[in-house]
């Protein structure tokens, strides 16, 4: 797949501060993390106490600040060659060089992810600025895709797929979650995952807890099944879930499972732009409630995803936030009975011109296993 240019970022770093202006902020300041990556292509060698951060401010040329010790990393990222790279040794003080940069004081947008130690530096070495949250001062920054991310994004979908059609033909009774669960982190592996990052395998009761993961409980006939996971492929997330049943499922079971493949497909069939993404929960949520099981569904519909697993848009009530071609959510509807089982069915969408397009395409039918 080919690499992303320093063109690509020099973009996505002018895009975002000027979304910074039209927001009323005085500029960005960006921590190790998925913002980081996004801007200029860098993720450290190590996330610790020593600050790394990237300053963007209108009319100033960029500015990333990381440990001497990392410097070279640094100025190998693909964004490095567009920006002013400083250097600071042990001993020194990076939260005054930063504040110099910050004058005139405004308020900035800081990563959600920056660590509170260096959020209070900052606020030390410069008393008279103050910081919002990037996701919620500048949700939009990362929740547009370009062609190569959407690219990335495809092939994570694809590779997730793989594996569960994989998966699906292992032997699930008599074995425990967590060796299915082995099992699938393998398999997306060999798929080309670089890293696993969740496995939920979620047997009879289990399943009514959509976090479960997976655990010590052996696997039984006549057992629904709940599979969620994802990783990381080129750097972009997966994220998918299926459910399975050992052996023939009863009625109810089937029932059950009808009704979250039609909140699914119903929320699907909703996407396209300038819908509101909280339209795309009402759909899901109203199928369900209309089947008698709205008390069952627990979370939200979906949540945006790209460099992250979880990311803006997200797709719940409240969120009046307009659909735009280019982005990615998942669709994940899901009933969870208290001490039985659950069902959830996951894809990750992008919203096109005219609709919608699934990035998961293996089959949301009821799937037998053994």
């Given at each position: 797949?080919?690499?992303?240019?320093?063109?690509?970022?020099?973009?996505?770093?002018?895009?975002?501060?000027?979304?910074?202006?039209?927001?009323?902020?005085?500029?960005?300041?960006?921590?190790?993390?998925?913002?980081?990556?996004?801007?200029?292509?860098?993720?450290?060698?190590?996330?610790?106490?020593?600050?790394?951060?990237?300053?963007?401010?209108?009319?100033?040329?960029?500015?990333?600040?990381?440990?001497?010790?990392?410097?070279?990393?640094?100025?190998?990222?693909?964004?490095?060659?567009?920006?002013?790279?400083?250097?600071?040794?042990?001993?020194?003080?990076?939260?005054?060089?930063?504040?110099?940069?910050?004058?005139?004081?405004?308020?900035?947008?800081?990563?959600?992810?920056?660590?509170?130690?260096?959020?209070?530096?900052?606020?030390?070495?410069?008393?008279?600025?103050?910081?919002?949250?990037?996701?919620?001062?500048?949700?939009?920054?990362?929740?547009?895709?370009?062609?190569?991310?959407?690219?990335?994004?495809?092939?994570?979908?694809?590779?997730?797929?793989?594996?569960?059609?994989?998966?699906?033909?292992?032997?699930?009774?008599?074995?425990?979650e967590r060796d299915v669960g082995a099992d699938l982190a393998a398999l997306l592996?060999?798929?080309?995952?670089?890293?696993?990052?969740?496995?939920?395998?979620?047997?009879?009761?289990?399943?009514?807890?959509?976090?479960h993961e997976m655990g010590d409980r052996t696997i039984r006939e006549g057992d629904?099944?709940?599979?969620?996971?994802?990783?990381?492929?080129?750097?972009?997330?997966?994220?998918?879930?299926?459910?399975?049943?050992?052996?023939?499922?009863?009625?109810?079971?089937?029932?059950?499972?009808?009704?979250?493949?039609?909140?699914?497909?119903?929320?699907?069939?909703?996407?396209?732009?300038?819908?509101?993404?909280?339209?795309?929960?009402?759909?899901?949520?109203?199928?369900?409630?209309?089947?008698?099981?709205?008390?069952?569904?627990?979370?939200?519909?979906?949540?945006?995803?790209?460099?992250?697993?979880?990311?803006?848009?997200?797709?719940?009530?409240?969120?009046?936030?307009?659909?735009?071609?280019?982005?990615?959510?998942?669709?994940?509807?899901?009933?969870?009975?208290?001490?039985?089982?659950?069902?959830?069915?996951?894809?990750?969408?992008?919203?096109?011109?005219?609709?919608?397009?699934?990035l998961n395409n293996s089959s949301r039918e009821l799937r037998t296993v053994s």
């Amino acid at each position: 797949m080919q690499s992303i240019s320093t063109e690509t970022f020099t973009g996505r770093m002018r895009r975002a501060t000027e979304q910074a202006v039209a927001a009323g902020l005085a500029g960005l300041l960006v921590t190790p993390g998925p913002d980081l990556a996004y801007l200029i292509g860098y993720r450290p060698p190590a996330e610790t106490e020593r600050l790394t951060m990237l300053v963007l401010r209108p009319g100033r040329e960029p500015f990333l600040i990381a440990p001497l010790l990392e410097r070279a990393d640094a100025e190998r990222a693909p964004g490095a060659a567009v920006l002013e790279l400083a250097g600071w040794a042990d001993g020194t003080d990076p939260y005054a060089r930063v504040a110099e940069l910050l004058d005139p004081p405004g308020t900035f947008a800081i990563s959600d992810s920056a660590w509170a130690l260096h959020v209070l530096a900052l606020q030390q070495a410069s008393p008279r600025s103050r910081y919002v949250s990037m996701t919620a001062a500048l949700p939009m920054v990362r929740a547009v895709k370009d062609a190569g991310e959407l690219e990335r994004l495809a092939a994570a979908g694809a590779a997730a797929d793989a594996a569960f059609e994989r998966i699906a033909g292992v032997r699930f009774a008599g074995r425990r979650e967590r060796d299915v669960g082995a099992d699938l982190a393998a398999l997306l592996r060999e798929h080309g995952h670089e890293r696993v990052d969740f496995t939920v395998v979620g047997s009879g009761p289990n399943g009514a807890d959509p976090h479960h993961e997976m655990g010590d409980r052996t696997i039984r006939e006549g057992d629904m099944v709940v599979l969620d996971f994802g990783g990381l492929l080129d750097g972009y997330a997966s994220d998918t879930t299926r459910t399975v049943h050992v052996g023939e499922p009863d009625d109810e079971e089937r029932e059950v499972f009808e009704v979250v493949r039609r909140a699914q497909r119903a929320a699907f069939e909703a996407v396209r732009p300038g819908v509101a993404c909280q339209e795309i929960d009402r759909v899901a949520r109203g199928v369900i409630a209309g089947a008698g099981y709205g008390e069952y569904f627990i979370h939200r519909t979906g949540h945006g995803i790209g460099l992250s697993t979880h990311e803006p848009p997200y797709i719940v009530e409240g969120e009046t936030q307009p659909l735009v071609p280019g982005m990615c959510f998942s669709i994940e509807p899901g009933i969870y009975l208290p001490g039985r089982f659950g069902v959830r069915i996951e894809d990750i969408v992008t919203v096109t011109d005219d609709g919608g397009r699934a990035l998961n395409n293996s089959s949301r039918e009821l799937r037998t296993v053994s």
